[in-house]
């Protein structure tokens, strides 16, 4: 039965996707806050499908502590899932850094590109963490949301990668607050498998950090430190091995 309900699900991600990002160009005229209203709408459309086909139930945690100001969210990344639900369920406007070849793939790229999100130039060395900033910079000054995984790749539940200290260094050079996020959707969504787990996501939002002051690896530390210690509350079965 899971197997019949994940290839359901494919069926219907790719299904929408295509017809989606067809209006996604036909709607580039528009302001950009019409532009992003209506290309969540297939995110936040995926989630509930999500839902629905696969029994992958969300709550969330810890929600009065989201900011009403510009912020850069640091992730924990374990799934897909998570990509999609930030940007169709937060309350503001949300902008992933991604390479700039993404734009490119045809029906995906398709409407990423009309977001106005923080795209590099990877080949561009480390000059790339410069376009970071100078992007970052306008969109937080435009009252949006930054979201960053800063361990960079999806790591399987119960599982700690790297942090890297891209988000941190962006937060000290922009002066933003930082919203330190951890969930377990990779129990429900896992990371390179077809077969997706009915189950309760939760997304827990920790206590804003002021980054005022802090070095970028203070602030990679305590991001680190509550992310790790929220995910052991998520599920202490997973670090009692």
Not at 90 to 105: A, I
Not at 207 to 228: K, S, Y
Request: net charge positive; with cysteine; hydrophobic share 40%.
């Amino acid at each position: 039965m899971r197997w019949l309900r994940s290839l359901l699900f494919s069926i219907f991600f790719i299904g929408t996707m295509i017809p989606y990002a067809i209006a996604c160009v036909l709607w580039l005229p528009l302001p950009l806050r019409w532009r992003y209203r209506f290309t969540v709408g297939w995110p936040r459309l995926m989630v509930w499908g999500a839902r629905w086909i696969t029994g992958i139930r969300w709550q969330v945690k810890g929600a009065e502590n989201l900011p009403d100001q510009p912020a850069i969210i640091l992730s924990k990344h374990q799934s897909t899932w998570e990509t999609l639900y930030f940007a169709g369920y937060m309350r503001r406007e949300v902008c992933y850094v991604y390479k700039r070849e993404l734009n490119w793939v045809p029906f995906f790229g398709w409407g990423l590109a009309g977001l106005r999100m923080i795209a590099i130039d990877r080949k561009r060395g480390s000059d790339a963490f410069e376009q970071i900033v100078a992007q970052g910079r306008d969109r937080l000054s435009k009252g949006r949301w930054l979201v960053l995984f800063p361990e960079g790749t999806r790591t399987a539940p119960g599982r700690r990668g790297k942090y890297k200290s891209g988000g941190a260094r962006l937060a000290a050079r922009t002066g933003a607050v930082v919203v330190p996020v951890a969930h377990n959707a990779g129990e429900c969504w896992p990371r390179k498998t077809f077969i997706k787990r009915p189950g309760l996501v939760t997304v827990s939002i920790g206590p804003v950090i002021d980054t005022q002051g802090l070095t970028a690896d203070e602030i990679n530390r305590r991001v680190e430190e509550w992310i790790e210690g929220e995910m052991r509350v998520l599920n202490p079965e997973r670090y009692e091995r």
